[in-house]
């Protein structure tokens, strides 16, 4: 088919765009051969008219279809092109949040610039053994890749991470090697994947640093090589690092910093290990402040120093080299703060006392002088002589910052030197993984030296990855056996040799530095002359004699000359290295320079202007040796590691990683197209791109090409050879056989070839639908109208038979309604006739009477106006009279003041005037004479005036005194005048007081008539009202006792739920503990393999050395020292001295730490144990106390509530009696006197109604008790849960709210509270008595078991008494209790005490007795043995060595054991002798199959023999042989496992048998709760001399052990056969087809002959639960592991599904539930529904539901939230960026439907883990499961040879 054909209508295309890059549009004309242009419509729906090329008439390129885009393989598209590339990368970058895409063998990752939790131990666990291909592009696949590659083919690898600064590449390389320490692990206990991690923050800290692109760029390239050992584990790393940018120590741009380490000191200069540093903030240094951004947000340098400092800990860097390594940072610190200033234009110098050279001179150990000497300084040397040459200030600058350059240069490569040092072990390397972090291609709008090296190296990359790419290419053709035809791509092979080529730049660069007077102009000018005109690569810019143009395979960069000599050069004051060489007090600046060349610029000498200023002494001729030496240059230095660098690439095998960066911004998920392209462009992705596009891109498999275009093939084009139908059905849908070819394995496409079948395969999909929608339509319309037709036939047929039925009636109730109407129309009109005219009557009387009660009251009313007139009237006038009088005397004063002011006006006038000064002035003099004789006389007047005064002041005196007497006498009168008017006035009060009472008596009286008259009324009405009160409240008393009944049920309810919820809680904590209890037992049996291990080893290692010496067996000893007695002990503590004899040497730290860690794990085990024991009691308590609390609180209740009712109804009768009574008295007297306020009646209703009211607030207050009693019963629940504290229901609210007025609901709410504060009372008393009581009970547990222990004691001291002594011990103790006993009570009650003596008197009687009889039955007993003794003595039978006769019983008691039994009653145990316990170890555990046992045998056949065995030596009383037998049992069972732990038959054989020996041992252990299920013969075979409850605990664990080890094993099993058989395998056939893939293909995309199904699955399930049946695995042991096993398929399954976007789909829904309902369906079949496994497949089937869901809609979104209960809002979030659509028919999920299900789900409370734990084991019980089997009825088989057993 020709390319033009596919430019038809509604084609969409992409067209250049200035903005976007690439934009999309669609055709809305077809294209004919030699249009000139295309008429195109753009998707905001604008169109337009794009012109084609005139010259090349180049199409646009063509859009993919939708189901391609967002592929995971961008090679799986089928246009490719790089406006496809670019949208598929944005679709997956900002639609679905996916970073990683493939394309090819490239893996391109884009910066999210967000945290993102997709790095955790569980996605390397789920990456780890994939095959690339099988899972969603990620780095952890390429490592993953890169590890299996190393594994498999014997090969290093390489992974090459490159891009731009910002781009993530330190973060790659970073997780990379995280993942290569997580999966592969260390072969020693070193650590080594810890300390390659630890190596990260460390170069971290000295060689990144904040740029205005990245905020931890990394300013050199590194090349670390993971090296590995033959098992592939890490056994060390080695680094290399490139070209460091030195230049950032001493200048930093606009928003960037230094090196990170320099602010995190300066963050930390407050700690006290720094203040000998001198630091301070960032701020005050040259060095830190010039790119005016010190802080870096979100990152706290004092915390980053801690981190770093760790890890030069963890690799060994000391804290004495810490120490050294900063004080040289700080030292550069410093010196950037040496001010040098201009002594005069060719000199400069440093003032005096520099604070900052002061500390700089301290911290590394140099005088001041001399350094302050050389920075102003320089030697220059001739043949002859030495000058030293005065420097310019700004020279002097310059060398200042070289030496910082040069020393913090000095430094890095120290500390890398150092870091390989801490990485290199002694183990041989087998194979190394590289991981190459370096600079991506570089340009910016000044380009200096550093960017020509990076681009320089990056043109070494380019090609060596185009060689990769051609290389791959050519093998897969000539594998498919492809005609191989030559692809042209772009070869950079000239631009590197315009670079490094002989007279290439960098040679001549080094020439110019070679030159004395070299310079960058003269180089420049060499490079014009040598390259312009010859080759094409090289330009000249137009406006510059100062740069170059170099055509780089990414793009055109302009170079500037400036600085290239000096920066190739990299020179430094060699006098300068010399005064910090002859540091004393530093060692570690010595050590840094050691290596220092002599040397330190090509010619000895850096030209400078200035004169010679002395001289100096003669050179010797080292020196003049030393100065024709050269060092290299740094090009030619960075030339020869990058040649290195390609050598150790091209003998690996490169896995590439680029690294893009979205944005510019560090904006999160924002993507730049431009840039996105730009670096495309520059990282060789496009070029991969265009080398596939240039043969056959599209590569499919016979069997994936027959699955997915079936539908294209007819049924007789189908054969059997699916290679044959293949070739026959594309020659007939693709007619250019250029456009494909045929491989051995698969089927090569032309670039557009899969589109174009894609096209055809949905327009065959499409008219198939609408055929089956055309088909079913007409069936359902069809069906609908049938169904509709015969609906109404049928309701037609109904209805017209209840018409005629309602019309019959209709009629017949006409005639009836017509006669009952004549009857009752009579009727009510003669009843309204009588109502009206009795109306008319009332209504003429009572308005009669009511118009003459008017006319009276408008008299009485007429009058009394007339008297308030007459008072009024008299009123106002007095009151207008009073204004009058008022006003005029106010204008009066008003007149009178108007005049006062006027006079004051003129007198005020009058003093002012002159005339009248005049006229006062007149006579003055005069009158001031007079004046003088006035005041004489009057003087002379003053002195006879004053003696007159004296006289009468003494006369005064004495007439005071007089009316003194006459005024007490006055008063006296006046009291008694006042009293007598007070006594008059009160008198006129109380008359007053008279005439008011007689006054209110008269209108009282008349009152009192009024009422009399209508009380009657009332009293009816108050009767009546009292009647519907009186049914009010039984209704109410109705209401309150359903109320109560539905409380009493909703407690019982809550009750119930409330202890359901908390056993369930218990429940949980109890699982918790057990988990935790048993993942200890898990890291217990690790530690304890490899203490094995390591002895196996160490006895190797000694065998060697000591060929004689024979190692015993380690689980021996290992299990010795946990499960015995002391005596074995001993035992160990000797064969530990003998493996310390072997082990010295080996590693002693290792040996103590791990048995130190065997200890604390006992220890925790124990602590562990106790708790879940302790739980177990708290539960068992908790659920007493809450039953006993139930019923007591319920009791009470009821009780209370019938007694209440009772009460009620009695008053009820004694209310309805009051009011007959009532009725009769009123009855009873009809006279008109009888109302009267003195008459019977009245007092009897009085009564009646005083009654009444007070019954009233009798029941009110009941109703108040009655609802408080609710309120306490709810709040009871409320202290139950202790949630809340008491509140007011709302039952009592709204009951409340019914009460009338304001006092009842006072009332009420006072009785509420009362209530509330008794009930609370009552509680608290309930409590302290409840604790008090459990505290005695405490208290007596205490002491019974202290009595316990004493009588254990005892007993034990009395067995070791002959029988004699033993009785008399017994009653001297028996006595001794009954004593204390009887003290104790005299104590407490003297009564008591009496009672006591009687029962101990009765009690020592009755001790007596027993006494005697013990000694007859003693004799008799004594007189038996002497006969049965004689017996033996004849028939020879005692002198047989090693065994007891009954004789020697008797004359040696110490061994109370021995007491004679009749042998012949015990059974169902065999014996065997102490050498023979090897042998039944080896037989019956260590060398017996299971196969035949578990078919031929009975279960558990080996759990019964040993127990049998156990019994006898039991019976023995043998401490030693029942120790011996269990250590050995256990040691056994474990060795066998560990040999053979990989065998599930193997592991459940000794899973079921160790169950049943753990159910024997308690069965038979004599303990009651054990022995409810035993027969009388089976509780006589009860273990009757020791209590095995400690191994039995030890056994209890080895059964964990055995089972986790099962669950591994069965792992194993299952783990390979469930993503097959789950997800890929197709059990619904065609329901699925498989989408194009790309250059990685899926291992099991389709399913092969080989491959597993969900057959297999279940076949294995099979597998495994027949073998346990058949082993006599316990019921709920089975139940618990089939719900391990499907735990672990639902969570492989799940996780898969998260991790895999071709799997999200409808279809592989649907695929899902189908192969979940089979599990079911199994579980059904075997009978384990309710063993709790269904649940574990939860999150898998909601996931599964999920896919098949509705996704458009908020209620679609609503249901999603409600539905996805199991899953996490992650994984539902992941599912649905995941979702891919297989057809076109399916939708794509919005990014907006995904965004409402975050809203809706962000308050969920939940772990933001993503995929689910599959090392997740749950807590294994083992429940009781006695057994029926006799052990006196089990033979032993032959089989066994078991021989040497005799059953007793």
């Given at each position: 088919?020709?390319?033009?054909?596919?430019?038809?209508?509604?084609?969409?295309?992409?067209?250049?765009?200035?903005?976007?890059?690439?934009?999309?549009?669609?055709?809305?004309?077809?294209?004919?051969?030699?249009?000139?242009?295309?008429?195109?419509?753009?998707?905001?729906g604008t169109n337009i008219d794009h012109k084609l090329d005139p010259k090349t008439k180049n199409l646009p390129y063509l859009r993919n279809p939708d189901i391609l885009v967002g592929e995971n393989d961008l090679t799986a598209l089928?246009?490719?092109?790089?406006?496809?590339?670019?949208?598929?990368?944005?679709?997956?970058?900002?639609?679905?949040?996916?970073?990683?895409?493939?394309?090819?063998?490239?893996?391109?990752?884009?910066?999210?610039?967000?945290?993102?939790?997709?790095?955790?131990?569980?996605?390397?666990?789920?990456?780890?053994?994939?095959?690339?291909?099988?899972?969603?592009?990620?780095?952890?696949?390429?490592?993953?890749?890169?590890?299996?590659?190393?594994?498999?083919?014997?090969?290093?690898?390489?992974?090459?991470?490159?891009?731009?600064?910002?781009?993530?590449?330190?973060?790659?390389?970073?997780?990379?090697?995280?993942?290569?320490?997580?999966?592969?692990?260390?072969?020693?206990?070193?650590?080594?994947?810890?300390?390659?991690?630890?190596?990260?923050?460390?170069?971290?800290?000295?060689?990144?640093?904040?740029?205005?692109?990245?905020?931890?760029?990394?300013?050199?390239?590194?090349?670390?090589?993971?090296?590995?050992?033959?098992?592939?584990?890490?056994?060390?790393?080695?680094?290399?690092?490139?070209?460091?940018?030195?230049?950032?120590?001493?200048?930093?741009?606009?928003?960037?910093?230094?090196?990170?380490?320099?602010?995190?000191?300066?963050?930390?200069?407050?700690?006290?290990?720094?203040?000998?540093?001198?630091?301070?903030?960032?701020?005050?240094?040259?060095?830190?402040?010039?790119?005016?951004?010190?802080?870096?947000?979100?990152?706290?340098?004092?915390?980053?120093?801690?981190?770093?400092?760790?890890?030069?800990?963890?690799?060994?860097?000391?804290?004495?080299?810490?120490?050294?390594?900063?004080?040289?940072?700080?030292?550069?610190?410093?010196?950037?703060?040496?001010?040098?200033?201009?002594?005069?234009?060719?000199?400069?110098?440093?003032?005096?006392?520099?604070?900052?050279?002061?500390?700089?001179?301290?911290?590394?150990?140099?005088?001041?002088?001399?350094?302050?000497?050389?920075?102003?300084?320089?030697?220059?040397?001739?043949?002859?002589?030495?000058?030293?040459?005065?420097?310019?200030?700004?020279?002097?600058?310059?060398?200042?910052?070289?030496?910082?350059?040069?020393?913090?240069?000095?430094?890095?490569?120290?500390?890398?030197?150092?870091?390989?040092?801490?990485?290199?072990?002694?183990?041989?390397?087998?194979?190394?993984?590289?991981?190459?972090?370096?600079?991506?291609?570089?340009?910016?709008?000044?380009?200096?030296?550093?960017?020509?090296?990076?681009?320089?190296?990056?043109?070494?990359?380019?090609?060596?990855?185009?060689?990769?790419?051609?290389?791959?290419?050519?093998?897969?053709?000539?594998?498919?056996?492809?005609?191989?035809?030559?692809?042209?791509?772009?070869?950079?092979?000239?631009?590197?040799?315009?670079?490094?080529?002989?007279?290439?730049?960098?040679?001549?660069?080094?020439?110019?530095?070679?030159?004395?007077?070299?310079?960058?102009?003269?180089?420049?000018?060499?490079?014009?002359?040598?390259?312009?005109?010859?080759?094409?690569?090289?330009?000249?810019?137009?406006?510059?004699?100062?740069?170059?143009?170099?055509?780089?395979?990414?793009?055109?960069?302009?170079?500037?000359?400036?600085?290239?000599?000096?920066?190739?050069?990299?020179?430094?004051?060699?006098?300068?290295?010399?005064?910090?060489?002859?540091?004393?007090?530093?060692?570690?600046?010595?050590?840094?320079?050691?290596?220092?060349?002599?040397?330190?610029?090509?010619?000895?000498?850096?030209?400078?202007?200035?004169?010679?200023?002395?001289?100096?002494?003669?050179?010797?001729?080292?020196?003049?040796?030393?100065?024709?030496?050269?060092?290299?240059?740094?090009?030619?230095?960075?030339?020869?590691?990058?040649?290195?660098?390609?050598?150790?690439?091209?003998?690996?095998?490169?896995?590439?990683?680029?690294?893009?960066?979205?944005?510019?911004?560090?904006?999160?998920?924002?993507?730049?197209?431009?840039?996105?392209?730009?670096?495309?462009?520059?990282?060789?992705?496009?070029?991969?791109?265009?080398?596939?596009?240039?043969?056959?891109?599209?590569?499919?498999?016979?069997?994936?090409?027959?699955?997915?275009?079936?539908?294209?093939?007819?049924?007789?084009?189908?054969?059997?050879?699916?290679?044959?139908?293949?070739?026959?059905?594309?020659?007939?849908?693709?007619?250019?056989?250029?456009?494909?070819?045929?491989?051995?394995?698969?089927?090569?496409?032309?670039?557009?070839?899969?589109?174009?079948?894609?096209?055809?395969?949905?327009?065959?999909?499409?008219?198939?639908?609408?055929?089956?929608?055309?088909?079913?339509?007409?069936?359902?319309?069809?069906?609908?109208?049938?169904?509709?037709?015969?609906?109404?036939?049928?309701?037609?047929?109904?209805?017209?038979?209840?018409?005629?039925?309602?019309?019959?009636?209709?009629?017949?109730?006409?005639?009836?309604?017509?006669?009952?109407?004549?009857y009752q129309r009579m009727c009510v009109e003669k009843k309204r006739y009588r109502q009206k005219q009795a109306a008319a009557l009332a209504m003429q009387t009572i308005l009669r009477a009511y118009m003459a009660r008017q006319k009276?009251?408008?008299?009485?009313?007429?009058?009394?106006?007339?008297?308030?007139?007459?008072?009024?009237?008299?009123?106002?006038?007095?009151?207008?009279?009073?204004?009058?009088?008022?006003?005029?005397?106010?204008?009066?004063?008003?007149?009178?003041?108007?005049?006062?002011?006027?006079?004051?006006?003129?007198?005020?006038?009058?003093?002012?005037?002159?005339?009248?000064?005049?006229?006062?002035?007149?006579?003055?003099?005069?009158?001031?004479?007079?004046?003088?004789?006035?005041?004489?006389?009057?003087?002379?007047?003053?002195?006879?005036?004053s003696d007159r005064l004296a006289g009468l002041e003494t006369s005064y005196t004495a007439e005071s005194e007089r009316m003194r007497g006459e005024l007490g006498r006055l008063r006296g009168v006046e009291e008694d005048a006042k009293?007598?008017?007070?006594?008059?006035?009160?008198?006129?009060?109380?008359?007053?007081?008279?005439?008011?009472?007689?006054?209110?008596?008269?209108?009282?009286?008349?009152?009192?008539?009024?009422?009399?008259?209508?009380?009657?009324?009332?009293?009816?009405?108050?009767?009546?009202?009292?009647?519907?009160?009186?049914?009010?409240?039984?209704?109410?008393?109705?209401?309150?006792?359903?109320?109560?009944?539905?409380?009493?049920?909703?407690?019982?309810?809550?009750?119930?739920?409330?202890?359901?919820?908390?056993?369930?809680?218990?429940?949980?904590?109890?699982?918790?503990?057990?988990?935790?209890?048993?993942?200890?037992?898990?890291?217990?049996?690790?530690?304890?393999?490899?203490?094995?291990?390591?002895?196996?080893?160490?006895?190797?290692?000694?065998?060697?050395?000591?060929?004689?010496?024979?190692?015993?067996?380690?689980?021996?000893?290992?299990?010795?020292?946990?499960?015995?007695?002391?005596?074995?002990?001993?035992?160990?503590?000797?064969?530990?001295?003998?493996?310390?004899?072997?082990?010295?040497?080996?590693?002693?730290?290792?040996?103590?730490?791990?048995?130190?860690?065997?200890?604390?794990?006992?220890?925790?085990?124990?602590?562990?144990?106790?708790?879940?024991?302790?739980?177990?009691?708290?539960?068992?308590?908790?659920?007493?106390?809450?039953?006993?609390?139930?019923?007591?609180?319920?009791?009470?209740?009821?009780?209370?509530?019938?007694?209440?009712?009772?009460?009620?109804?009695?008053?009820?009768?004694?209310?309805?009696?009051?009011?007959?009574?009532?009725?009769?008295?009123?009855?009873?007297?009809?006279?008109?006197?009888?109302?009267?306020?003195?008459?019977?009646?009245?007092?009897?209703?009085?009564?009646?109604?005083?009654?009444?009211?007070?019954?009233?607030?009798?029941?009110?207050?009941?109703?108040?008790?009655?609802?408080?009693?609710?309120?306490?019963?709810?709040?009871?629940?409320?202290?139950?849960?202790?949630?809340?504290?008491?509140?007011?229901?709302?039952?009592?609210?709204?009951?409340?709210?019914?009460?009338?007025?304001?006092?009842?609901?006072?009332?009420?709410?006072?009785?509420?509270?009362?209530?509330?504060?008794?009930?609370?009372?009552?509680?608290?008393?309930?409590?302290?008595?409840?604790?008090?009581?459990?505290?005695?009970?405490?208290?007596?547990?205490?002491?019974?078991?202290?009595?316990?222990?004493?009588?254990?004691?005892?007993?034990?001291?009395?067995?070791?008494?002959?029988?004699?002594?033993?009785?008399?011990?017994?009653?001297?103790?028996?006595?001794?209790?009954?004593?204390?006993?009887?003290?104790?009570?005299?104590?407490?009650?003297?009564?008591?005490?009496?009672?006591?003596?009687?029962?101990?008197?009765?009690?020592?009687?009755?001790?007596?007795?027993?006494?005697?009889?013990?000694?007859?039955?003693?004799?008799?007993?004594?007189?038996?043995?002497?006969?049965?003794?004689?017996?033996?003595?004849?028939?020879?039978?005692?002198?047989?060595?090693?065994?007891?006769?009954?004789?020697?019983?008797?004359?040696?008691?110490?061994?109370?054991?021995?007491?004679?039994?009749?042998?012949?009653?015990?059974?169902?145990?065999?014996?065997?002798?102490?050498?023979?316990?090897?042998?039944?170890?080896?037989?019956?555990?260590?060398?017996?199959?299971?196969?035949?046992?578990?078919?031929?045998?009975?279960?558990?056949?080996?759990?019964?023999?040993?127990?049998?065995?156990?019994?006898?030596?039991?019976?023995?009383?043998?401490?030693?042989?029942?120790?011996?037998?269990?250590?050995?049992?256990?040691?056994?069972?474990?060795?066998?496992?560990?040999?053979?732990?990989?065998?599930?038959?193997?592991?459940?054989?000794?899973?079921?048998?160790?169950?049943?020996?753990?159910?024997?041992?308690?069965?038979?252990?004599?303990?009651?709760?054990?022995?409810?299920?035993?027969?009388?013969?089976?509780?006589?075979?009860?273990?009757?001399?020791?209590?095995?409850?400690?191994?039995?605990?030890?056994?209890?664990?080895?059964?964990?052990?055995?089972?986790?080890?099962?669950?591994?094993?069965?792992?194993?099993?299952?783990?390979?056969?469930?993503?097959?058989?789950?997800?890929?395998?197709?059990?619904?056939?065609?329901?699925?087809?498989?989408?194009?893939?790309?250059?990685?293909?899926?291992?099991?995309?389709?399913?092969?002959?080989?491959?597993?199904?969900?057959?297999?699955?279940?076949?294995?399930?099979?597998?495994?639960?027949?073998?346990?049946?058949?082993?006599?695995?316990?019921?709920?042991?089975?139940?618990?592991?089939?719900?391990?096993?499907?735990?672990?398929?639902?969570?492989?399954?799940?996780?898969?599904?998260?991790?895999?976007?071709?799997?999200?789909?409808?279809?592989?829904?649907?695929?899902?539930?189908?192969?979940?309902?089979?599990?079911?369906?199994?579980?059904?079949?075997?009978?384990?529904?309710?063993?709790?496994?269904?649940?574990?497949?939860?999150?898998?089937?909601?996931?599964?539901?999920?896919?098949?869901?509705?996704?458009?809609?908020?209620?679609?979104?609503?249901?999603?939230?409600?539905?996805?209960?199991?899953?996490?809002?992650?994984?539902?979030?992941?599912?649905?960026?995941?979702?891919?659509?297989?057809?076109?028919?399916?939708?794509?999920?919005?990014?907006?439907?995904?965004?409402?299900?975050?809203?809706?789900?962000?308050?969920?409370?939940?772990?933001?883990?993503?995929?689910?734990?599959?090392?997740?084991?749950?807590?294994?019980?083992?429940?009781?499961?006695?057994?029926?089997?006799?052990?006196?009825?089990?033979?032993?088989?032959?089989?066994?040879?078991?021989?040497?057993?005799?059953?007793?």
């Open positions: 088919m020709a390319a033009s054909e596919l430019y038809t209508k509604c084609a969409r295309v992409w067209i250049p765009d200035v903005e976007e890059v690439w934009k999309s549009a669609e055709l809305i004309k077809d294209y004919k051969n030699g249009d000139a242009s295309l008429q195109l419509m753009l998707e905001d089928s246009y490719l092109h790089e406006p496809a590339v670019l949208h598929n990368l944005k679709v997956r970058f900002i639609d679905s949040k996916l970073i990683y895409t493939y394309c090819g063998i490239v893996l391109v990752a884009i910066n999210p610039y967000e945290t993102l939790p997709i790095y955790g131990t569980d996605i390397i666990n789920a990456y780890s053994g994939q095959n690339m291909g099988d899972m969603d592009p990620h780095i952890f696949a390429v490592a993953e890749e890169a590890y299996k590659q190393m594994a498999r083919d014997e090969r290093n690898q390489s992974i090459i991470v490159s891009g731009e600064s910002g781009a993530g590449k330190t973060v790659s390389a970073k997780y990379a090697m995280r993942y290569f320490a997580t999966v592969s692990g260390s072969a020693s206990e070193a650590n080594v994947e810890e300390k390659v991690l630890a190596s990260n923050p460390i170069m971290e800290a000295i060689g990144n640093a904040k740029t205005t692109r990245n905020d931890n760029s990394s300013r050199f390239g590194k090349y670390i090589e993971i090296g590995f050992d033959t098992r592939f584990r890490i056994i060390g790393a080695n680094m290399r690092t490139y070209l460091l940018e030195k230049s950032r120590v001493v200048f930093q741009a606009d928003e960037e910093r230094n090196y990170h380490i320099f602010y995190q000191l300066c963050a930390s200069s407050h700690l006290p290990e720094f203040k000998n540093l001198k630091l301070s903030s960032a701020n005050d240094f040259l060095y830190t402040r010039q790119g005016r951004s010190p802080v870096i947000d979100g990152v706290d340098d004092t915390k980053e120093l801690c981190s770093t400092r760790n890890a030069f800990s963890l690799l060994g860097i000391n804290e004495s080299y810490q120490k050294g390594l900063f004080q040289v940072l700080a030292a550069i610190l410093h010196l950037g703060n040496v001010e040098i200033k201009d002594r005069d234009s060719d000199s400069s110098i440093i003032p005096p006392n520099n604070r900052h050279l002061t500390a700089f001179c301290e911290l590394v150990g140099v005088t001041y002088q001399d350094m302050s000497q050389w920075l102003c300084h320089r030697k220059l040397k001739t043949a002859t002589e030495t000058y030293i040459k005065p420097l310019p200030r700004l020279q002097a600058t310059n060398a200042r910052d070289a030496l910082s350059k040069h020393i913090y240069a000095k430094l890095f490569n120290w500390i890398v030197e150092h870091v390989n040092k801490a990485l290199i072990t002694n183990v041989k390397q087998h194979s190394f993984i590289g991981v190459l972090d370096i600079y991506g291609f570089e340009t910016f709008e000044i380009n200096s030296f550093e960017q020509f090296c990076i681009n320089y190296a990056n043109e070494k990359l380019q090609q060596q990855f185009n060689m990769h790419v051609f290389k791959l290419e050519q093998e897969e053709y000539m594998k498919e056996q492809i005609p191989w035809t030559l692809i042209d791509f772009y070869d950079n092979q000239p631009c590197i040799n315009l670079i490094e080529a002989k007279m290439g730049i960098l040679d001549l660069l080094d020439e110019e530095c070679r030159m004395p007077r070299g310079s960058d102009d003269s180089w420049a000018q060499k490079l014009y002359n040598t390259h312009l005109k010859t080759c094409s690569l090289f330009e000249k810019p137009r406006m510059s004699n100062r740069a170059f143009i170099i055509q780089h395979f990414a793009d055109k960069v302009e170079y500037q000359c400036d600085g290239f000599l000096e920066k190739n050069k990299d020179t430094v004051n060699e006098e300068q290295i010399n005064v910090l060489k002859a540091s004393k007090k530093f060692d570690l600046l010595v050590e840094l320079f050691q290596d220092e060349e002599k040397a330190t610029s090509p010619t000895g000498q850096v030209p400078g202007t200035g004169g010679r200023t002395r001289l100096s002494v003669k050179p010797e001729k080292s020196r003049e040796t030393s100065s024709r030496e050269h060092k290299k240059t740094v090009g030619c230095q960075f030339r020869n590691s990058l040649q290195m660098l390609m050598d150790t690439l091209n003998a690996t095998t490169p896995h590439y990683v680029r690294c893009i960066k979205p944005n510019d911004f560090k904006l999160a998920f924002s993507f730049d197209p431009k840039r996105a392209v730009q670096q495309l462009r520059a990282c060789g992705v496009l070029e991969t791109i265009r080398i596939s596009a240039a043969g056959f891109p599209s590569r499919w498999t016979y069997q994936e090409f027959f699955s997915r275009y079936r539908v294209l093939m007819k049924q007789k084009d189908v054969l059997p050879d699916k290679k044959l139908t293949c070739r026959n059905v594309l020659e007939k849908l693709v007619q250019d056989q250029d456009k494909y070819q045929f491989g051995k394995t698969k089927i090569f496409f032309r670039a557009g070839q899969v589109a174009y079948l894609e096209k055809l395969r949905a327009d065959k999909l499409r008219a198939a639908c609408i055929r089956i929608q055309k088909t079913i339509r007409c069936w359902l319309a069809r069906k609908k109208y049938l169904r509709k037709r015969n609906a109404a036939i049928t309701i037609q047929r109904f209805t017209r038979g209840y018409q005629a039925r309602c019309l019959a009636k209709f009629l017949r109730r006409t005639q009836a309604a017509t006669i009952i109407q004549k009276y009251q408008a008299l009485l009313r007429e009058h009394k106006a007339v008297i308030i007139q007459k008072h009024v009237r008299g009123w106002l006038a007095r009151c207008w009279y009073k204004r009058c009088l008022v006003s005029l005397v106010y204008l009066q004063c008003c007149f009178r003041r108007m005049k006062a002011r006027r006079e004051l006006k003129k007198l005020k006038i009058e003093a002012r005037s002159v005339e009248h000064f005049k006229k006062l002035n007149k006579g003055m003099e005069n009158k001031i004479m007079q004046l003088q004789r006035k005041i004489d006389e009057q003087n002379k007047d003053n002195r006879l005036i009293n007598k008017g007070n006594q008059v006035n009160s008198l006129l009060e109380e008359l007053e007081k008279l005439r008011k009472e007689l006054s209110a008596t008269q209108q009282e009286k008349k009152t009192i008539e009024d009422w009399a008259q209508t009380y009657r009324d009332e009293m009816e009405k108050m009767v009546s009202e009292l009647k519907d009160q009186n049914g009010s409240l039984k209704k109410e008393k109705d209401d309150l006792n359903r109320s109560i009944q539905e409380q009493s049920q909703q407690m019982t309810e809550k009750m119930a739920r409330l202890i359901a919820e908390e056993t369930q809680q218990l429940e949980t904590d109890l699982n918790e503990e057990r988990s935790r209890y048993q993942n200890l037992l898990t890291e217990h049996l690790r530690l304890e393999e490899k203490y094995d291990d390591l002895k196996e080893e160490m006895a190797l290692s000694s065998n060697v050395s000591k060929p004689g010496h024979r190692r015993t067996d380690s689980t021996h000893s290992s299990n010795e020292s946990e499960y015995t007695y002391n005596s074995e002990y001993a035992e160990l503590e000797e064969g530990s001295r003998a493996a310390e004899d072997v082990t010295r040497g080996i590693d002693t730290p290792l040996t103590l730490k791990l048995q130190k860690r065997l200890t604390e794990l006992e220890q925790e085990k124990q602590s562990l144990r106790n708790e879940l024991e302790n739980k177990e009691e708290q539960f068992q308590r908790a659920r007493a106390r809450d039953d006993a609390e139930f019923k007591k609180a319920r009791g009470a209740e009821l009780e209370y509530e019938s007694l209440k009712r009772q009460e009620l109804e009695s008053e009820n009768k004694k209310l309805r009696h009051d009011l007959a009574e009532m009725r009769q008295s009123l009855l009873g007297h009809p006279a008109t006197g009888a109302g009267a306020p003195g008459s019977p009646a009245y007092k009897v209703l009085l009564d009646q109604l005083n009654a009444s009211c007070e019954e009233l607030e009798v029941r009110k207050e009941e109703v108040l008790i009655l609802r408080s009693q609710l309120v306490s019963q709810k709040e009871a629940m409320q202290h139950k849960d202790e949630k809340e504290t008491m509140t007011e229901p709302s039952v009592y609210v709204e009951d409340v709210s019914k009460l009338k007025d304001a006092d009842e609901i006072k009332q009420a709410y006072i009785g509420l509270k009362d209530t509330n504060r008794l009930l609370e009372h009552q509680l608290q008393t309930q409590r302290r008595s409840y604790d008090n009581e459990v505290e005695a009970l405490r208290g007596e547990l205490q002491n019974v078991k202290e009595e316990n222990n004493r009588q254990q004691q005892l007993l034990a001291q009395n067995l070791q008494l002959p029988p004699e002594a033993r009785i008399e011990a017994s009653l001297q103790h028996e006595i001794t209790r009954l004593t204390n006993e009887n003290l104790e009570l005299l104590a407490d009650d003297p009564t008591a005490s009496r009672e006591a003596r009687v029962i101990i008197l009765r009690r020592m009687v009755d001790l007596m007795e027993q006494l005697e009889k013990q000694d007859r039955t003693i004799r008799k007993l004594k007189k038996q043995l002497k006969v049965y003794s004689k017996r033996i003595g004849e028939m020879g039978a005692g002198q047989a060595e090693g065994q007891t006769s009954p004789g020697q019983m008797v004359d040696e008691p110490i061994h109370p054991v021995n007491i004679p039994r009749r042998e012949k009653d015990f059974q169902g145990m065999l014996e065997y002798k102490k050498e023979d316990e090897l042998k039944l170890v080896k037989n019956l555990i260590l060398e017996l199959k299971p196969r035949g046992v578990a078919v031929n045998l009975i279960p558990g056949l080996p759990a019964y023999i040993l127990f049998m065995c156990l019994r006898h030596a039991d019976y023995l009383n043998d401490d030693q042989k029942v120790r011996t037998l269990l250590t050995s049992t256990i040691n056994s069972i474990k060795k066998i496992l560990k040999k053979r732990g990989d065998d599930f038959e193997t592991v459940s054989f000794w899973l079921s048998n160790t169950c049943r020996f753990l159910h024997c041992l308690k069965q038979y252990s004599g303990d009651p709760a054990f022995m409810k299920h035993n027969s009388q013969r089976q509780n006589e075979h009860s273990l009757s001399n020791f209590d095995l409850a400690e191994y039995r605990q030890v056994i209890s664990d080895l059964a964990i052990q055995i089972y986790q080890q099962l669950i591994k094993c069965m792992e194993n099993i299952l783990q390979p056969m469930i993503v097959s058989g789950m997800l890929e395998h197709e059990t619904i056939q065609g329901v699925s087809g498989v989408k194009p893939t790309g250059l990685r293909k899926r291992t099991s995309s389709i399913a092969d002959e080989g491959t597993d199904t969900l057959d297999s699955i279940l076949r294995q399930l099979s597998a495994f639960h027949s073998t346990m049946c058949q082993h006599g695995t316990d019921p709920e042991l089975i139940k618990q592991v089939v719900k391990q096993q499907f735990y672990i398929i639902g969570a492989v399954t799940l996780n898969n599904l998260l991790l895999r976007k071709d799997m999200c789909s409808w279809s592989k829904g649907m695929q899902i539930r189908y192969n979940v309902s089979q599990l079911e369906e199994w579980l059904r079949d075997k009978g384990l529904m309710t063993c709790g496994a269904k649940e574990t497949l939860e999150p898998l089937i909601q996931a599964a539901q999920l896919l098949q869901v509705k996704k458009k809609t908020d209620e679609d979104a609503e249901a999603i939230c409600s539905m996805c209960l199991a899953l996490t809002t992650a994984q539902i979030v992941k599912v649905l960026n995941l979702y891919t659509p297989v057809n076109e028919f399916e939708e794509r999920v919005s990014v907006a439907f995904i965004r409402t299900i975050q809203t809706r789900l962000r308050d969920r409370c939940e772990t933001p883990q993503l995929l689910m734990d599959t090392k997740m084991i749950y807590p294994v019980t083992f429940p009781f499961n006695p057994s029926s089997l006799a052990l006196e009825t089990i033979q032993i088989p032959t089989s066994l040879n078991l021989g040497f057993l005799t059953r007793v």
